[in-house]
């Protein structure tokens, strides 16, 4: 008989965790160690980058490099999860791995000058394996989408909010782990909800956002059931985003917002470059309606939710605070965004060419692995 006692005669287990080839895949697997106090105690380990769109079959080998240490809330103490980097024969980064440009961004001289802080408000679909084989989201009735949506956000009943135990199930492991999540709730897209991470800064935020996103797959996965972070995955209904909140020193103590206006103009000088860093099929979602701006033009507004930038009418009546991005779309990478929106306000552009230059260096790579109609 199988047992299933904690006892595990002095080895811990650890799962590796790493994003594949397409920007959003994420992969795990584990091993057995002795000794697990901090991630400086986890050897660099490798996987077949062949099988991730990463590789070539015949230079297949990809090195995992441990950066972000969590605790196993599946497994159990003192089993742990290990968020990685990836590279290529020692030396040269996989396309994308956008880490290696956030660890720049956030060095520890830029975040003690302007102590940037962010908080990602990740939105998702729960979906489920119909009978005919197509993943349809949760609770919707077989093939038809819903006419309206006016019920399920922040909803509760069984004919408006669905998927609430993976939901809650969710937000547990994600305490449980060690990651920097601060609530949840249902979205109004039927079968949509929304966590939030933070609010700390740069790599704290990013890794926390990755490794909560790994925990909502690996849940949705003992329900039966599938996460889609498509942003707009029907047309007619309010499609997913990443709305991300954001404060630095300057905006903060700043006075009737002469500082945060200022770095809300440089993010528009910014604006066409940054549509096409935010995610994929952006376009799609930011059309002007369903609470959302329009993908060609910027514009920022007190309590305005069709805005690019929403001031919140705190931050307007105290002349400083936060203001929240609503552009970035569900499907970002938030180690590209969080650079982004921090250097634009904070670092006069600093590492953006090498940024932008590095995600298309990877869309081509992708699209040369997966093939165009990924």
């Known amino acids: 008989m199988l047992n299933t006692t904690n006892d595990q005669n002095g080895k811990i287990i650890v799962e590796y965790i790493w994003i594949g080839g397409s920007g959003l895949d994420l992969r795990s697997k584990a091993r057995t160690l002795t000794k697990v106090d901090s991630v400086a105690d986890l050897p660099i380990w490798n996987y077949d980058g062949s099988s991730c769109w990463q590789a070539d079959t015949s230079s297949s080998e990809i090195e995992l490099i441990p950066v972000a240490l969590y605790d196993d809330p599946f497994r159990g103490k003192p089993n742990k999860l290990v968020l990685c980097e990836t590279r290529v024969n020692n030396q040269k980064y996989t396309p994308g791995n956008f880490r290696r440009f956030a660890r720049q961004v956030f060095s520890d001289e830029n975040v003690k000058t302007h102590n940037p802080l962010f908080g990602i408000e990740q939105e998702y679909i729960i979906s489920k394996r119909n009978k005919e084989g197509e993943d349809w989201p949760l609770g919707w009735v077989d093939g038809k989408k819903p006419t309206e949506q006016a019920y399920h956000y922040c909803g509760v009943g069984g004919k408006n909010v669905f998927g609430r135990e993976i939901a809650d199930a969710h937000y547990k492991v994600c305490l449980a782990a060690g990651v920097g999540i601060y609530g949840i709730n249902a979205e109004v897209c039927p079968s949509q909800w929304e966590f939030q991470v933070g609010t700390t800064s740069g790599l704290k935020l990013c890794d926390d956002l990755w490794m909560a ?58 604006h066409k470059r940054f549509m096409k860093l935010y995610g994929e099929d952006n376009n799609k979602r930011l059309v002007g309606a369903f609470e959302t701006s329009s993908y060609d033009k910027f514009k920022y507004g007190v309590m305005d939710r069709s805005a690019s930038i929403r001031i919140p009418q705190t931050t307007k009546d105290r002349g400083c605070g936060y203001y929240e991005d609503r552009r970035p779309a569900s499907n970002m990478d938030p180690y590209v965004v969080c650079s982004l929106i921090f250097s634009a306000t904070c670092l006069d552009g600093a590492f953006i060419d090498e940024i932008e230059e590095g995600y298309n260096e990877f869309t081509k790579r992708r699209d040369e692995k997966m093939g165009k109609g990924h």
């Open 213 to 270: 996103r790994w925990l909502l797959q690996r849940v949705a996965e003992t329900f039966g059931c599938d996460i889609n972070f498509h942003p707009k995955p029907f047309e007619g209904l309010n499609g997913s985003g990443a709305h991300t909140n954001y404060s630095n020193t300057k905006s903060s103590e700043d006075k009737d917002m002469v500082e945060t206006t200022k770095q809300i103009e440089n993010l528009d000088k910014y």
